[in-house]
């Protein structure tokens, strides 16, 4: 009971690496193909 227990607490751990893996390397993709889009800008701010 303990072991399906940890087995599925596992296999929530996991899913949830695997999804900021997944909107990691997203985002990293974005950065590259639109890098004004992360650019600081001060113009925003006043």
């Known amino acids: 009971m ?4 940890n087995t599925k ?6 899913s949830e690496q695997n ?3 997944l909107f990691s390397i ?4 974005d950065k ?3 890098p004004q889009n ?4 001060n ?3 006043d």
């Open 2 to 5: 303990a072991e399906e227990r």
């Open 9 to 14: 607490e596992q296999e929530k751990f996991e």
């Open 19 to 21: 999804l900021l893996g």
């Open 26 to 29: 997203l985002l990293a993709v």
């Open 32 to 34: 590259r193909i639109n």
């Open 38 to 41: 992360y650019e600081f800008q």
């Open 43 to 45: 113009k925003e701010n």
